[in-house]
């Protein structure tokens, strides 16, 4: 995450290291095969061959096929709900939610044009799976029924309040409308640092919308 430094993160045993390594090399492996012959033609066992590994310990790290596309999404999980629950008092989850839709992050963010390149072929191994739309879709409802669940939470909603889940949907569309937007540009070929700066504009809009709807809705510390 942004101002992060060495220090801040765990210190992680030999084993554990070990273990990070793995499960980084063999989605990098996965990464680079899914982008040259796509997510359908590439079954596990290539994968497992190609990073030196055998195919249980591909499933002992990632148990679907798609999470070797998407493990790193639980991350993206944690903290949203991390942003929105440790939010100042007085601040709306809007608000929060803001900080945490405009903080660069993963690929996009990143001025080295091979990463560049490579977003744009895991965005194309993306819009060119079923599978793996299928599963970002399950993906994001589950984020939005977690941000729905805190926000029933927080606000102490009553049975059948479908405030918290008409703003956990507003706030989860807007993010997918970003991504979905980030992917057109991305597939039309842009990939100079510019595209950051426009996703961010963009973002800058959509939080504008939804002001009008939810900007003092889940303000910390009030009550309905």
Sequence with gaps: MAGETATDAPVLGLRERKKQQTRELIAETARRMFSERGFEAVPVAAIARAAEV????????????????YWRMASFEEELLATIREREPGESALAAFGRFARRPRG???SPEPDVRERLAGLTRTIVESPALLAREQ??????????????????GAKAGDIGPWV???????????????ARRRILAGARDPKLARDVLAEADRAL????HGLG????????P
């Design 216 to 223: 003092d809705y889940a303000v910390k510390g009030a009550r």
């Design 138 to 155: 399950q993906i994001f409802a589950g984020y939005t029924d977690s941000l729905a669940a805190l926000l029933a939470e927080e606000q």
């Design 54 to 69: 055998s195919e249980q310990t591909v499933f002992n790290y990632f148990p679907r096929k798609e999470d070797l596309v």
């Design 208 to 211: 504008a919308m939804l002001e």
């Design 107 to 109: 690929m996009l963010a």
């Design 167 to 181: 703003a956990a949907n507003a706030m989860m569309g807007a993010h997918r409308a970003l991504v979905a937007y």
